[in-house]
């Protein structure tokens, strides 16, 4: 056994990360030939079957390998444990939806087929391994696989300015970033010796390094470079620019799953390697989500693209999500879960809905596009309403969970004055929210809107639109599920 | 089970807005309107039915459904009723009714949402007034304010979007303070306890400490006094009322603003009893503040309806005084005012609602004669308007004569102040009155308005019948809200009928649902009601003040001999 660099049940672990990479590899070589001759929905399909089989993978291998008490693959590399399952459940979910989204855009687009999928497959397999690694070295690996997947990704429409503008802002800001998150990852390596998260804890752990300057210098670069990445205030500058440039679907899919993807990399980090610091970076977190939610917010309000207001209500999310992170403990943890996850359905649904409308031949990314969308489908109007409840927290939906959820928890753990600034910037948000309420049911329809449907389209929107309600009037196997995943610290 | 007569009314409209809503195609008006019609006063037949076998002399919950729905955070769906929310549901769907037949006329566009949107709304007031978990009581709590918003942001008037957003926006942010002392709550009860639950009646048991109970109280205070509205969170009011159709006009004064009130009785009351006392110099002041000056605004206004907006921030004023006066007259006087406001006020919207379809104008000064043109509009508008005035013979004086006994007792100070309220009220009623129903006819406009059909009759002549049948026997209303009342009142002041000798009720608690007639309580939670009795049996042995009176009466209780078999 020694001789071998790793054992069968390693691979088991790792079985949805290959399984993803065969689908990327078929996409991509398939697609390399004579792509002129084929239907692109070809893709589509396999991208989305190699996407279903990593999750059955995932359900049928990897979380009996956790529950038969394996914590570990490769050398320490990979954490097997119900946390990496939870979060990546959420990004093959989130890929899967975004894939159904897609099809039809890219036609009309009259962009690459096999290349778009190919790299989402990429992004994923980085997505997993940053929701997933057990050391500091492979979240980078996973990190930046995802991001350079997703760089392109933005900039997927060569012939769109803003998407080249937003794809390059995107990449020189995230590699400026990743530069100081490997930096940061260097110094905690000079001053503690390991990077294996749970050795890094063990030696953090008997406070010897409590007052290392360096070690400091470390964290406060660690927490700018999270901050980044979650798009959280004053680095989220990057954000509006990329979701508003990028392609519609690819926004959704950054927007939900490579912030996911963020925050399960930031959780991992801080409460399984740095949890000894935690009275040092809960602190700091607590200010920077407060001005994160607020800021989100209040650039949100005056909006008048759609999709700009949608990447500043994200900033705000992420502000909320932060709350739990700082709240911390079993329940804090469990409440930025089930945030996220309550997210991730309320989020793809409101970009998707974006996705219908068409302004003279061009994708509708204006507030005023929404005029009368209850007139022209009842259903599409009535799902984006639950959405937008939902993102703004009113009931019946899962949104209003998600937030109760966390909000509890910072009271809880008696961060009262966070709660409370969450809680005002809730109601505050329904305002922009309600704004594209009124453009959809009580403005009238304007005439050179119109509605693009299709099928895989209409299918997203419903499995958001039921997930969305069922969230909250059937929450209970949800909230186990984040409440289990959080035992894994 | 009598659980299931309680979901039916309050599910039912919603029911028929999902009805209308997938079945009815939009070009179908008059069958949508039918539908909604039938819908709202089979709902309103089924409420009534809620009073046969309801026991008028317990203070616990009726008709009551409980099951487990989110155990990992401890929600329950609860529901039940008591003396108090069963007049509530009962003005709901009575003046629910009323409303729906205002519109038939009134609203000509976008139909079929319209009667969806004002279905919904029924469904979420009714929701609210039923539910005994904190977490389904705030869903309700929010839900309603969707269809509300619509209501008034589609159908209003040319300010419509702003007051509809205004609207929105104020009331949510009362309702996220109320959030975050309902958490704080929560937690608390975790920590003396280890357990999460949310059952309000829990709470009931629960010794909150002082400092804690004065920061849940402001965070309800905000939450229910912008509902209300107490001055000077009023100023959303005005805006929504004057901008709304009719029919959400009358919802919105009649119903929603008891929210608040109820709030206060419900939750602030009876879980922070301490506090209450601590703020209720406070509110009282805030009370007749909102009494003088919204009576002085309102006779100010040159429009009808902001007249008729005012004088409810006036007459909540009223509502709100007697309940902090925290003794059992003073709060019983609330509860009738509540009742007696959705009367009056519902009415004096209908009355502007009728001229305004006909005329399209609500300047005050561009009506006069219309007594003579009018002759039965002009006798029901009488009837509702010495309702509101507090004649004695009609709903309003009961109300507010309670009221004030209640303020005399607490503070004779209070009592003086809020009396200028009754006089002022008068004035500006009876000048209204004289100004557009007396004098001359002015210009053939004004000649040729035809009076009440029997439709428009018929929204109008019950609101006159129950004023009349309020004011001259209001002994059954008295004798339902008694109960609850005494056992709010014995939690805010214990010790308050020591002296007297009455037996006061308890609060319901989760101990006494298997006590009511006829249990509704789901088997399997069965066990963790015997967990929450013994529990609240050694609340009781810890308690400071010995509850005397009600130990008395809880063996009769217990002896009850229709207990045991439902299990």
Known sequence: MDSMPFSSSDLVALSPEIILTIGAMVVLLWGSFDSARQKPGNFAYISLASVLSAAAALWLWVSPLAASGVTTAFSNQLAVDGFGTFFSAIFLLTAALAILASTRFLDDAKAHHPEYYFLMLTALIGMLIMARGADLISLFVGLELQALSVYVMVGYLKGDRRSAEGGLKYFILGGLSSGIFIYALSLLYAVTGVTALDALAATLGDGALAANPILMIALLLLLVALAFKVAAVPFHLWAPDAYSGAPTPVALFISVASKGAAFAMMLRILYSGLGPLAPSWAAVLA?????????????????????????????????????????????????????????????????GTIMLLRRDGLAGDQIDDFAGLGQRSYWAAGAMLLFLLSLGGIPPTIGFLGKWYLFGAAIGAGWVWLALIGALNAAASLYYYLRIVVAMLIREPEDNVTLVNSTPLNLTLAISAVMTVLGLLWATPFLEWAQRATLSF | MSGTLLQLVVFLPALGAIAIALLLSKERENEIRWVAHIVVFVDMVLSLFLLRGFDFTSAELQHVTRASWIPTIGVEYFMGIDGISLLLIILTTVLGAIAFMSSWTYITTRIKEYYVFLLLLQTGMLGVFVSFDFFLFYIFWEVMLVPMYFLIGIWGGKNRMYAAIKFFLYTLFGSVLMLLAILALYFHMHAVTGTWTLNILEYYQLDVPANLQWWVFLGFFFGFAIKVPMWPFHTWLPDAHVQAPTAASVILAAVLLKMGAYGFIRLSLPVLPDASIDFAPL???????????????????????????????????????????????????????????????????????????????????????????????????????????????????????????????????????????????????????????????????????????????????????????????????LETLEPPVNAIIERVQPGYFAESGISTPRLPSVAGLSRTAEPGVDADLLVADELTEQRSNTDTANDPVPLTTSEQNEPTADADPSTGGDH
Request: hydrophobic share 55%; charged share 10%.
């Open chain 1, 287 to 351: 200010v920077i989500s407060a001005i994160t939610m607020t800021f989100g917010n209040v650039a949100a309000l005056s909006q008048t693209n759609i999709k700009r207001m949608l990447a500043y209500s994200s900033i705000a999310h992420a502000g909320y999500a932060l709350i739990g992170v700082v709240a911390g403990g079993e329940t804090g943890l469990a409440a930025t879960l089930f945030y996220l996850f309550a997210y991730t359905f309320m989020n793809v649904g409101a970009w």
């Open chain 2, 283 to 477: 509110i009282a002041v805030l009370s007749i503040i909102a009494i003088i000056y919204g009576a002085l605004v309102a006779m100010m206004q040159k429009d009808w309806k902001s007249l008729v907006a005012y004088s409810s921030v006036s007459h909540m004023g009223f509502i709100t005084l007697g309940i902090f006066a925290l003794n059992p007259v003073g709060l019983q006087g609330g509860l009738i005012q509540m009742l007696s406001h959705g009367i009056s006020t519902g009415g004096l919207f209908l009355v502007v609602g009728l001229i305004y379809e006909r005329t399209h104008t609500r300047e005050i000064a561009a009506f006069s004669g219309l007594g003579k043109v009018m002759p039965v509009y002009a006798t029901l508008f009488a009837i509702i308007m010495l309702s509101s005035m507090g004649l004695p013979g009609l709903n309003g004086f009961i109300g507010e004569f309670l009221i004030l006994v209640g303020a005399f007792e607490a503070n004779p100070v209070w009592a003086y102040w809020a009396v200028w309220g009754v006089v002022l009220a008068a004035a500006y009623l009876l000048w209204l009155f004289q100004r557009v129903m007396l004098g001359e006819v002015k210009d053939d406009k004004i000649a040729g308005l035809k009076d009440l059909n029997l439709r428009e009759t018929m929204t109008l002549a019950p609101l006159c019948v129950l004023a009349i049948w309020m004011g001259l026997y209001p002994k059954p209303i």
